[in-house]
């Protein structure tokens, strides 16, 4: 997939802006979830 984006857009630069943008959006989505999982946990205990 991240090789298809940046054959999409065709400069290098570029590819180093999605691999960025990926990492950024992975590392969201596990702030978001750990966040998620303590909020759901609470009223459990």
């Known amino acids: ?3 298809d ?3 999409f857009l065709g400069t290098k630069p570029s590819i180093n802006l ?3 943008l990926i ?3 992975f590392h969201l ?3 978001c979830s ?4 303590q909020q759901v946990s609470l ?3």
């Open 18 to 20: 999605i691999s960025i």
């Open 34 to 37: 750990m966040v998620y999982t």
């Open 23 to 25: 990492k950024y959006i």
């Open 43 to 45: 009223p459990q205990d």
């Open 1 to 3: 997939m991240e090789k």
């Open 29 to 31: 989505r596990k702030v």
């Open 5 to 7: 984006i940046a054959a």
